[in-house]
């Protein structure tokens, strides 16, 4: 028996944050279908727990940040690293670390400053992001524009993932066009349609607006966009994510029909490729050998395939919570009945039961357990905090011993 054990939460915390309406409106009018501009009045709160023109300094100033963490643009053109990088000195001869004085010329210049990955650099968006991701089910990252008043980042352009804006400081006029390639793949970037994108970047915007300080702006990918900062420097984050979509489904369900002895034959000899007509009966031969062949895989599990590439996929392109080795390694040593664990969050893990023994399977755990363990990690994978003593059907030294084991493989942590 198999149990995903990954785990949403139903409310969606986070991206109730960026959007102002339910996430069920969100869902149904808005995810890859329309872009949505909420304003702060009807958000939560404003996102200054997330980020600040400060943090922005103290990454510049102090964190040694390296390429490609930092990039800087002006008029559309992204700069050489060497114009804002150097040596971070004695004890840290690395040549592509920010340098800080050679930010502040380019920036007094009107260079935009990108700061990217801050899923992975900024403690508070490492939570938030993979919050996130909990509620979206697909894979998120963050970077920060900074930009100085009256200077333009980037030219019209589309991304090939959608966005949120989140307007952090100061003001930016946005302008947003219809796109010209609907739901681009990642393959498929704005340069490939470069003359369409500035030709519609010259009529009329369907958003035409300035975001301020709280504000917030959902973008499905390929809606064309540019920005300016207004009467002071720009602080906004941007949210990437690159929505799984029905490609890589259908990706997913062509590899496992090359188990097909059908679709594996070689093609004959001596066919003219210049011939469209000499084409097209293997065409027409391939398309009936599909549809043949996919009534079986249908039959034999297609959809089980489909589901653990795209849960391994999302695996390898986002973390679970970081976990803290030494306070871990300390706890463990004092563990017992009365400590408090509860599941990593963001660790999507398969849960298997088979021959008295029930496995958890992750992208980087795999462990076995007896198979009276099963009901106390059903229990865990709920999330919520548990004292040792409680787990479900565990004898007290057999729970301890299972939640010793499960902390030192990183699967629980400690709760408060």
């Known amino acids: 028996m198999s149990t995903d054990l990954e785990r949403g939460p139903s409310d969606r915390p986070a991206l109730s944050r960026c959007v102002g309406v339910t996430p069920d409106v969100f869902a149904r009018d808005h995810w890859g279908v329309a872009p949505l501009l909420t304003p702060a009045s009807a958000l939560p709160r404003d996102f200054d727990d997330l980020f600040s023109s400060a943090a922005v300094d103290e990454l510049v ?32 001869e690395i040549a592509d670390q920010v340098d800080s004085a050679k930010v502040l010329a380019r920036f007094a210049d009107g260079a935009t400053i990108v700061l990217q990955g801050l899923h992975r ?20 990252q963050v970077n920060a524009y900074v930009t100085p008043a009256s200077s333009r980042g980037f030219d019209p352009h589309y991304d090939v993932h959608d966005v949120f804006v989140l307007q952090i400081a100061g003001e930016k006029h946005w302008r ?5 390639h609907e739901h681009p793949l990642r393959d498929q970037p704005w340069s490939q349609h ?11 915007p369907v958003i035409d607006a300035v975001l301020r300080p709280g504000d917030a702006l959902y973008l499905p990918r390929g809606w064309i966009h540019s920005a300016e900062a207004l009467g002071g420097t720009s602080v906004h984050l941007t949210i990437g994510m690159p929505s799984f979509t029905r490609d890589d489904v259908l990706r997913t369900i062509l ?8 679709l594996r034959r070689p093609l004959p000899l001596g066919v003219d490729w210049t011939d469209p007509e000499a084409v097209r009966p293997l065409v027409e031969e391939t398309l009936e050998a599909l549809r043949a062949a996919l009534p079986d895989e249908l039959s034999t599990g297609v959809v089980e395939p489909v589901a653990d590439a795209l849960a391994s996929r999302l695996a390898d392109s986002t973390r679970p919570e970081p976990v803290s080795p030494l306070a871990t390694v300390d706890a463990l040593t004092r563990l017992d009945g009365r400590t408090r664990v509860r599941w990593r969050s963001g660790l999507r893990a398969r849960l298997v039961e088979s021959d008295g023994r029930v496995s958890i399977r992750a992208r980087e755990v795999s462990l076995s357990l007896p198979g009276e363990a099963a009901e106390a990690l059903r229990r865990l994978a709920t999330g919520d905090p548990i004292a040792v003593a409680d787990l479900p059907g565990l004898d007290p030294e057999s ?17 408060p």
């Open 194 to 204: 470069r003359a369409a994108v500035a030709a519609r970047a010259e009529q009329s």
């Open 61 to 92: 100033s102090r964190r040694g940040v390296r390429t490609p963490f930092i990039r800087m643009a002006q008029e559309g053109d992204v700069l050489a690293p060497a114009r804002f990088t150097g040596s971070g000195g004695f004890g840290a």
């Open 399 to 415: 729970a301890v011993v299972v939640a010793k084991r499960l902390l030192r493989e990183a699967v629980l942590v400690l709760a």
């Open 176 to 180: 947003i066009h219809a796109p010209v």
């Open 255 to 262: 590899t496992r029909l090359g188990e097909s002895a059908e």
């Open 121 to 140: 650099l900024w403690p508070p968006l490492i939570d938030f992001t993979r919050e996130l991701v909990d509620d979206l089910g697909h894979p998120a």
